[in-house]
């Protein structure tokens, strides 16, 4: 599946001005259009939930677009935070990624995380210590991640080891992690 390499390439589109967006509905749609262009033989849709596909336990319950056909499902998170909030919005990041190992377990082909920032505080900062260090460090996000900030009291457990790679061009970075 050419997925991957077709987001990224979206991806250059946007941070060289090609494509806009201003906000994450907008790179929700502008990415779909893109998929729908260029992937033959798939369903694109939006906002999809997974009772949809049979599955009904999960961390969250709309996935922002799904490419499916009669044998193959991928799904993409897309996150674009434009208010700051860098730890409430990095542990949203890593929501989405334990909302894609779920869907890879319940038999999704592949799964992406798409972040896209016009913020050079969420890939560099001096912190560099709880959760900033999945985001602006090297370590992998992997393991049980406590909400960082309130009551601290929501906890998610990621199985995997997911090393994040900001790609950059002036202030404006995007991650895509396959789960």
């Not at 790179?27 to 939006?46: D, M, N, V």
Request: charged content about 30%; some cysteine.
């Amino acid at each position: 599946m050419v997925l991957e390499r077709l987001i990224s390439e979206f991806m250059q589109f946007v941070i060289s001005g090609n494509v806009e967006v201003y906000n994450e509905f907008s790179l929700q749609h502008e990415l779909g259009i893109f998929l729908r262009e260029r992937l033959t033989g798939y369903k694109i849709q939006f906002e999809r939930n997974t009772k949809f596909f049979g599955i009904n336990k999960t961390i969250k319950h709309e996935i922002d677009i799904v490419a499916f056909n009669d044998s193959e499902k991928y799904a993409i998170e897309l996150k674009y935070p434009l208010n700051g909030q860098y730890p409430e919005q990095m542990f949203s990041f890593v929501k989405d990624i334990k909302f894609m190992e779920e869907l890879k377990d319940a038999g999704f082909k592949n799964t992406y995380c798409l972040t896209l920032v016009q913020d050079k505080a969420f890939y560099s900062g001096i912190r560099q210590d709880g959760i900033y260090e999945y985001f602006r460090g090297n370590k992998p996000v992997h393991g049980l991640i406590v909400k960082p900030t309130g009551r601290k009291d929501e906890q998610i457990e990621i199985n995997g080891d997911y090393r994040i790679e900001w790609k950059k061009s002036g202030e404006m970075a995007f991650y895509l992690c396959r789960i």
